[in-house]
């Protein structure tokens, strides 16, 4: 059984759409989640920073939704397809325990910088600010390590249950030698092979918003079900 205290309930600025006030409780665990409580916390559209989860309950607005890729059914498209063959042909993915160190939170530094994903007054992250949401967990978390050569160009965190995973976060070097091999989509895709490669049933993507460019993105993993009232409704290939 779960545990857990709301360590805040605060209205706040949205940070996807202009002009919108968001609302996310965030609820403090106090036991590690096992792997079907974790399932759980996915299915009900719940996402994990550090040792939290939270979901959004914005008091004016709808337009976030909780999304999963069926990864039985998912076929990725020519450019996704692209994309693989480019990253593969250069890099690999080593899977292991998440960890903090200054490459890596260099590395997530200069990715949000150079991304558009920080505003310019937004203090940088600390070793102590990156392992307090990225490594602390309370549930199974992995981290998956892109590499070319000897040279850490991405790193993206996952938390997994018994019978699906969630993507928390990517980030990758910003050197346009890097980003022309399409690192963010090669990610999703390495992501769905761990799953699929485990006999996993969802690999949940986190938010979708239509109208925010850095989440619209997700809708291009088909098919896909999105969460709307209560209920995940399929989206294929022709929606």
């Given at each position: ?36 409580d974790t399932d759980a916390a996915f299915a009900a559209g719940e996402r994990r ?191």
């Amino acid at each position: 059984m779960r545990r857990q205290f709301l360590a805040y309930d605060g209205l706040q600025v949205c940070p996807y759409l202009q002009g919108r006030v968001a609302r996310l409780p965030l609820y403090r665990q106090l036991t590690r989640l096992d792997p079907d409580d974790t399932d759980a916390a996915f299915a009900a559209g719940e996402r994990r920073v550090g040792l939290a989860l939270y979901k959004t309950t914005c008091p004016t607005c709808s337009e976030c939704r909780a999304i999963r890729v069926l990864v039985n059914e998912f076929e990725a498209s020519r450019s996704q397809r692209r994309a693989l063959r480019k990253f593969e042909a250069v890099g690999r993915v080593e899977v292991g325990r998440p960890d903090v160190s200054t490459d890596r939170v260099m590395l997530y530094n200069r990715h949000k910088r150079s991304r558009g994903l920080a505003d310019p007054d937004d203090e940088l992250m600390t070793e102590e600010g990156y392992h307090g949401w990225l490594v602390d967990s309370c549930m199974n978390t992995l981290e998956m390590r892109y590499l070319i050569g000897d040279q850490l160009v991405g790193v993206g965190i996952l938390d997994v249950g018994r019978t699906a995973a969630s993507s928390v976060y990517f980030y990758f070097d910003p050197d346009p030698e890097v980003a022309r091999l399409s690192p963010g989509v090669f990610s999703v895709l390495a992501e769905i092979a761990f799953c699929r490669a485990r006999g996993l049933d969802h690999l949940y993507l986190g938010l979708y918003v239509r109208d925010c460019v850095h989440l619209s993105y997700k809708a291009d993993y088909r098919p896909h079900e999105r969460y709307v009232d209560g209920d995940w409704r399929k989206f294929g290939p022709d929606r």
